[in-house]
């Protein structure tokens, strides 16, 4: 009794333990979103300080600019109108005193016994300026002189600028288009993202990534990649190095639309599955690109180059890229098997063969169906369903032709555990090696 109660304690116990891990955790990831708000929100205040600031600037210029713009045709417009009056006043002036000096003229001559001088008589007479007595030069009227105004001074301007400035800028929550989920592949991640924003629908997405771990779209050190544009809503980064993060984004447009929305919040993961790699020790062939491409060499004997081990697991796909293709044979192709032991070929049992012929063989046995044959250029890509129970449901496609089979696989298989990226428990899933098989040399193929 005593030591049933003690185990109840003890379990008790480590239920309170885990628990204690687990609310921890979720301590910590409540402190990441508070910190990502208070960050957020400190970034986007910056942001319309600056952008109003500039906005401010801005007008403030227009506005001197244009005020410049108009003082200067008002001097224009002086100008132009006081010149030809400004020489009406010269001429005025000048016949003024003209005048005056006729006056003193003829007073000199008159108070001067003016009957004993008839010679200064008859030239006072003969005087340019007494001529010029008569002509009076001819002032324009009011009405023909310009009288300066201003005008055109928009009455509803304060209201226009008032409605202008309220759309100005908005506050947004969230990017209208967000990464909903980040899954591992072999060399590689799988990246799915979906619009959050029911007023706007997005017609293309555009998928950056960078190097390392990004909190914030405004850090101006970090350099993101261009990885996909367009319609769809998932994009599978290839070529990436195990262990390593990687951070992501998202944005989006509406169709016809050239303005991108703002980016998603960066999600940074990484894949702890090496990419796929061919045996490098395999006589006859020759691997390069990290193992990852294989060429058949003139020299060895012929036989299967497997997968370095069971890498492929069912639930992924996987492409073989044929860079370059030498003279064929009826055994040559690529394929899956549940083992390596075979080297001589991959038509028999417990394997799937595709051959340079487009025939397929499941288990050594050819089926109906004929896919394009294999050459230069061609990607055969095999994607499984692990139905359980060692069932796996295959497709084959090559060059959009796809046959589609159910295959029993040996129990004897590997079977390998499929961690995620630590948001679920691991799953079960079969393990398999790749393989291809070719007689004649300068055949290359790359597996990803």
């Known amino acids: 009794?005593?030591?049933?109660?003690?185990?109840?304690?003890?379990?008790?116990?480590?239920?309170?333990?885990?628990?204690?891990?687990?609310?921890?955790?979720?301590?910590?990831?409540?402190?990441?979103?508070?910190?990502?708000?208070?960050?957020?929100?400190?970034?986007?205040?910056?942001?319309?300080?600056?952008?109003?600031?500039?906005?401010?600037?801005?007008?403030?210029?227009?506005?001197?600019?244009?005020?410049?713009?108009?003082?200067?045709?008002?001097?224009?417009?002086?100008?132009?109108?006081?010149?030809?009056?400004?020489?009406?006043?010269?001429?005025?002036?000048?016949?003024?005193?003209?005048?005056?000096?006729?006056?003193?003229?003829?007073?000199?001559?008159?108070?001067?016994?003016?009957?004993?001088?008839?010679?200064?008589?008859?030239?006072?007479?003969?005087?340019?300026?007494?001529?010029?007595?008569?002509?009076?030069?001819?002032?324009?009227?009011?009405?023909?002189?310009?009288?300066?105004?201003?005008?055109?001074?928009?009455?509803?301007?304060?209201?226009?600028?008032?409605?202008?400035?309220?759309?100005?800028?908005?506050?947004?929550?969230?990017?209208?288009?967000?990464?909903?989920e980040i899954e591992e592949r072999p060399g590689s991640l799988l990246i799915t993202w979906a619009e959050v924003d029911d007023e706007v629908e997005a017609g293309e997405f555009c998928l950056q990534y960078c190097y390392g771990r990004v909190q914030s779209n405004e850090d101006k050190n970090i350099t993101f990649h261009t990885a996909y544009t367009g319609p769809n809503t998932f994009c599978t980064i290839r070529h990436l190095k195990t262990n390593t993060p990687y951070s992501f984004r998202v944005c989006s447009r509406p169709e016809g639309e050239e303005k991108w929305s703002i980016w998603s919040v960066p999600r940074t993961a990484h894949t702890t599955i090496p990419h796929y790699q061919w045996n490098n020790t395999t006589e006859g062939y020759s691997t390069s690109n990290e193992d990852k491409t294989a060429t058949r060499l003139s020299e060895g004997t012929t036989r299967v180059l497997y997968s370095s081990d069971n890498s492929y697991r069912c639930g992924f796909p996987i492409t073989f890229?044929?860079?370059?293709?030498?003279?064929?044979?009826?055994?040559?192709?690529?394929?899956?098997?549940?083992?390596?032991?075979?080297?001589?070929?991959?038509?028999?049992?417990?394997?799937?063969?595709?051959?340079?012929?487009?025939?397929?063989?499941?288990?050594?046995?050819?089926?109906?169906?004929?896919?394009?044959?294999?050459?230069?250029?061609?990607?055969?890509?095999?994607?499984?369903?692990?139905?359980?129970?060692?069932?796996?449901?295959?497709?084959i496609e090559v060059e959009g032709k796809a046959v589609t089979f159910d295959w029993k696989v040996d129990q004897k298989a590997d079977v390998g555990r499929l961690m995620g990226l630590g948001m679920g428990p691991a799953s079960t899933s079969v393990c398999l090696y790749f393989g291809m098989r070719f007689s004649h040399e300068d055949w290359k193929v790359g597996v990803e």
């Open 1 to 180: 009794m005593a030591q049933q109660l003690i185990q109840n304690v003890v379990d008790i116990m480590d239920n309170a333990h885990s628990q204690q891990q687990q609310l921890t955790e979720s301590m910590s990831s409540l402190s990441e979103a508070k910190q990502q708000v208070k960050f957020s929100a400190e970034q986007s205040k910056k942001c319309l300080k600056e952008h109003f600031k500039w906005l401010e600037e801005k007008a403030l210029e227009n506005l001197r600019s244009r005020l410049n713009e108009l003082l200067s045709e008002v001097d224009v417009v002086t100008a132009t109108a006081l010149t030809p009056l400004m020489d009406c006043e010269e001429m005025l002036n000048s016949s003024i005193s003209a005048a005056a000096r006729i006056m003193e003229e003829g007073k000199k001559i008159l108070g001067n016994n003016p009957n004993d001088h008839i010679e200064d008589l008859v030239k006072f007479k003969d005087n340019p300026d007494t001529r010029q007595l008569h002509s009076v030069p001819e002032i324009p009227c009011l009405a023909d002189v310009p009288y300066l105004s201003v005008d055109n001074f928009h009455p509803d301007l304060e209201k226009k600028l008032h409605k202008l400035f309220e759309n100005e800028g908005r506050v947004l929550e969230r990017a209208p288009a967000q990464i909903s």
């Open 321 to 395: 890229r044929v860079l370059d293709a030498g003279e064929k044979t009826p055994f040559d192709g690529i394929g899956l098997s549940a083992n390596d032991e075979d080297t001589e070929t991959l038509q028999r049992s417990n394997s799937i063969f595709v051959a340079t012929s487009g025939s397929v063989f499941v288990d050594g046995q050819e089926m109906k169906t004929k896919l394009p044959m294999l050459t230069r250029g061609s990607a055969a890509t095999i994607e499984t369903e692990d139905l359980g129970n060692g069932k796996v449901r295959v497709s």
